[in-house]
């Protein structure tokens, strides 16, 4: 891997005032997961993430899963189902029943269109709200940020979005959702399949989400200057990759290992880019989150190989090859740089391709943890759907 310069006052996110990870001036002891945006494609990818992580016995004791758009739904679900996870030796065993089949089978269904044309087209509910629906249909049902697990029953699933009217990141969780510019609404009860639609809220076409209040929820005692109407009672809100794309902002500066699980794919060169004015800002969207998410993982990188934190990053458009791993699962660059230019979208996904990117995820993430994480994990006995590969 290339050296990348750093410096310890350079990292990959910023301290924020009024946080409280802010207030740490040194991290805790403890593995944080970071789950990237990148639609299904992302989401996916991720769940081959944490059957590998899961293996490898390192899920059970994970102290914050933070997400944001595709990932959030993949964190999502597994936040949702933790406490019915059956964790023996420290291996959760029905994984793949409670969580990978559910998530897999969301993937089979566009919502992303659908959405778009029912938001449009209905006097009564906006995109936003078609997409809410869908996850409750597909996914959540009716259960709220208090079905995720507490501090003492699992890990801390932290879903990022991004607030448009304070610039900041919005985040939802079980003891509270806010950001540090409004304040705090303390152990919230909103659906998780808002949070979830607020933090996949892709713009133009999927955003904003609004989420109106009644004012009084927020905690006085976490007051930020901009605890006040419009700000506290109508929320405007976008995809959390707005803000970070790696969901990084919310564990970096609280543990000491950081994994992070990149499913961003490729912006491709386009010799007649559309011209017309959707299309137009969609392209120059995804060039501006392409930037910026290189960025990130360029510090992310550079941070791990001055020691600032300890831990791994593995991405989708990674080629193995470069981990130096002799026994690492055998994946061919050109099928996983074909997996990696995936549409960013909430559409269908065929079944050969929704396994060829659990594949990818889970080897990738295998070679990320046995070369830098820890060497003495177990090499795997083959992909988890070893009839495709990747």
Not at 268 to 279: C, F, G, L, T, V
Request: charged share 20%; proline share 6%; with cysteine.
């Amino acid at each position: 891997m290339a050296a990348t310069n750093v410096t310890p006052n350079l990292q990959p996110v910023r301290d924020i005032p009024g946080d409280d990870a802010a207030k740490i001036t040194k991290p805790e002891p403890g593995m944080a997961l970071c789950l990237s945006g990148g639609g299904y494609r992302a989401m996916v990818f991720h769940l081959g993430a944490i059957w590998r992580i899961n293996e490898a016995g390192l899920l059970q004791g994970m102290k914050r899963i933070s997400s944001v758009s595709g990932g959030s739904i993949t964190s999502g679900m597994l936040g949702l189902k933790w406490k019915k996870l059956n964790f023996q030796n420290g291996v959760a065993t029905n994984l793949v029943e409670e969580v990978i089949d559910p998530v897999l089978e969301m993937a089979s269904h566009t919502i992303d269109v659908f959405s778009i044309v029912g938001g449009i087209l209905s006097p009564f509910k906006s995109i936003a709200e078609e997409i809410a629906d869908a996850y409750r249909s597909h996914l959540y049902g009716h259960a709220t940020l208090q079905d995720l697990p507490s501090d003492n029953e699992g890990p801390r699933f932290v879903i990022n979005s991004t607030n448009i009217q304070t610039k900041s990141v919005f985040r939802f969780s079980k003891p509270f959702m806010g950001d540090w510019k409004i304040g705090l609404i303390k152990n919230p009860t909103l659906d998780l399949a808002v949070a979830v639609g607020a933090s996949s809220a892709f713009p133009p076409l999927l955003s904003p989400v609004e989420l109106k209040l009644n004012g009084s929820e927020w905690d006085p005692n976490t007051r930020g200057d901009f605890q006040k109407p419009p700000y506290t009672t109508d929320l405007i809100l976008a995809d959390g990759g707005v803000y970070d794309n790696l969901g990084l902002e919310t564990a970096w500066k609280k543990y000491e290992t950081i994994l992070v699980s990149d499913g961003g794919g490729t912006t491709p060169e386009e010799p007649a880019p559309h011209k017309d004015w959707a299309q137009h800002s969609v392209r120059i969207l995804l060039l501006m989150y392409s930037q910026i998410g290189s960025l990130r993982k360029r510090w992310v990188i550079g941070s791990y190989q001055i020691g600032l934190r300890k831990g791994a990053y593995w991405g989708i458009t990674t080629d193995i090859k470069n981990y130096k791993l002799q026994d690492a699962l055998d994946c061919d660059f050109r099928k996983t740089s074909e997996l990696a230019g995936t549409a960013t979208r909430l559409k269908s996904m065929g079944a050969v391709l929704k396994q060829r990117l659990v594949n990818w995820g889970y080897a990738v993430t295998d070679a990320a943890l046995r070369k830098h994480v820890d060497s003495n994990i177990a090499k795997p006995k083959g992909f988890p759907y070893p009839s495709v590969g990747v």
